[in-house]
């Protein structure tokens, strides 16, 4: 048996990975929405992930939900719909570093949320390590809010931050999920539920893409598919007070990809700011762990 401090880095490293290809399917979701928009991205995106999703959910031939549990699936699925949405669609006028920079108020938020819903425990270390990366996500934006910006942009930056205070509650629900159904379980109720809601709207937006975007739609999917399932595993397995500063290193990915991908460029006060989000996240997976009692009834 693991003891508790292994099975907290252990999830902390899942989480780490969770993140990095969260932070490659987004930079593979711009491109789609440029080309697509936000809306017909997310809806074929969602439909090839359903039936990844849906084929390891019933190949572990699992044991059908009680309502209340299927009711927490759906309310999650409907917080990530618009979140998400606003999120891609805003990422079509930002950077992606930027727009991840930008997103960064959601851990923060997210910290006292999990004390007021999940009765957690906020150690003096957690708001340390969180202090730090938003310091770290705070000299970025400051560095990339210099130039001019149009009203797109403005539009974009509005979106990010709708899109942020949605994932700072999405975070608290994820917690909840991760307490009472398994990864796949989870996976396969999620994408149910985002699809279900754009396929209601695909009378009235729904295109249908060229085959030459299946790739991309399918890397998209095995990138989304696999970050939930890493970080539903992760939130399992230590409160969400420990792993929530894991989210900053989403920027140091961002940064990487959107370069290598779009163009866009790092600069100093990129690099400074990140070296202080690394730092945050190491004084998090140092914590000891707190005592913190979980039910299954606050899942539900």
Not at 112 to 137: C, H, K, P, T, W
Not at 253 to 279: D, S, Y
Request: a neutral charge; proline letters at 4%.
């Amino acid at each position: 048996m693991n003891s508790p401090a292994r099975t907290t880095s252990l999830a902390f490293m899942a989480a780490t990975v969770g993140i990095a290809t969260y932070a490659g399917m987004d930079v593979t979701m711009k491109g789609l929405a440029l080309s697509l928009g936000a809306y017909n991205a997310m809806l074929w995106r969602s439909m090839i992930t359903e039936v990844l999703a849906g084929l390891l959910y019933f190949w572990h031939r699992p044991k059908w939900p009680t309502n209340k549990v299927i009711r927490l699936h759906v309310w999650r699925g409907l917080i990530i719909s618009v979140m998400a949405f606003l999120f891609f669609w805003g990422l079509k006028y930002l950077p992606v570093a930027e727009a991840i920079g930008l997103s960064f108020i959601a851990p923060l938020i997210a910290l006292y949320l999990a004390a007021a819903i999940l009765n957690e425990q906020i150690s003096r270390q957690a708001l340390v390590a969180s202090f730090i990366g938003l310091v770290g996500a705070t000299i970025i934006i400051l560095g990339k809010l210099g130039g001019e910006y149009d009203e797109e942009t403005g539009q974009g930056i509005a979106a990010i931050l709708l899109s942020a205070l949605l994932y700072a509650y999405n975070l608290i629900l994820q917690r909840q999920q991760a307490l009472v159904a398994e990864p796949v379980e989870i996976a396969f109720f999620h994408n149910s539920t985002v699809v279900f809601l754009f396929s209601c709207l695909s009378p009235f937006f729904a295109v249908v893409p060229s085959s030459a975007y299946i790739p991309q739609f399918t890397l998209a999917a095995v990138l989304g598919l696999v970050s939930l399932l890493m970080m539903s595993w992760a939130y399992a397995r230590a409160p969400a007070n420990k792993l929530i500063p894991v989210e900053y290193t989403a920027f140091i990915w961002a940064a990487i990809l959107g370069w290598l991908v779009f163009g866009e460029t790092v600069t100093l006060t990129t690099v400074f700011g990140t070296v202080l989000i690394v730092c945050g996240c190491l004084v998090a997976a140092m914590q000891k762990d707190a005592v913190v009692d979980h039910v299954e009834t606050t899942a539900v």
